[in-house]
């Protein structure tokens, strides 16, 4: 977290300095699930979808991209480079590893940050097909997202690390 502000930290902090203390927790979070990880653990699929450790981390930068950078400066998805599809953005090319894709995430949350700096939480937004949307609404809704792909991540990265998963797609 780049202020260095903790959820504990903000307790009497105003609700968007709060907000944005757990989203960040949450983005570190998502990013140290790949600590200690070889490029094919990271990569290992545990379950029939495409999602994997590195897959999630991509996965979230398309998100920090569609909450920040269309919903809040109105940036068309297609201009950032992103794909249409939020199932595609788990898909893993040979350029991603996990430097490169921490570096990216790290990026779009800086990015985020940036966008929403000079915002109120009241203030409507218009970039996303949803809009008008509030700028509380979508830091809630990254909040349940984030929190919910860190669960996951969680569970895979237990599996990783106990050797109680093969690289074929399963448990044992």
Not at 48 to 71: C, D, I, M, N, Q
């Amino acid at each position: 977290m780049p202020a260095g502000k903790k959820s504990f930290d903000v307790i009497s902090e105003p609700l968007k300095v709060q907000l944005e203390a757990f989203l960040d927790e949450h983005r570190a979070a998502l990013r140290a699930c790949l600590d200690g990880l070889t490029e094919e653990q990271a990569r290992r699929r545990l379950v029939p979808s495409e999602t994997t450790l590195l897959g999630l981390v991509k996965h979230v930068t398309y998100a920090e991209r569609v909450w920040f950078g269309e919903a809040v400066t109105g940036r068309p998805r297609q201009e950032m480079g992103l794909p249409p599809n939020a199932a595609d953005a788990f898909i893993l090319t040979g350029a991603d590893t996990i430097g490169s894709v921490r570096r990216a995430h790290a990026d779009a949350c800086e990015e985020s940050r940036r966008a929403a700096a000079g915002l109120d939480l009241d203030d409507v937004l218009r970039g996303h097909w949803l809009g008008p949307i509030p700028l509380r609404w979508v830091y809630l809704h990254a909040l349940r997202e984030f929190a919910q792909h860190c669960g996951h991540a969680d569970i895979l990265r237990e599996q990783i690390l106990s050797g109680r998963s093969t690289a074929a797609g399963g448990p044992r």
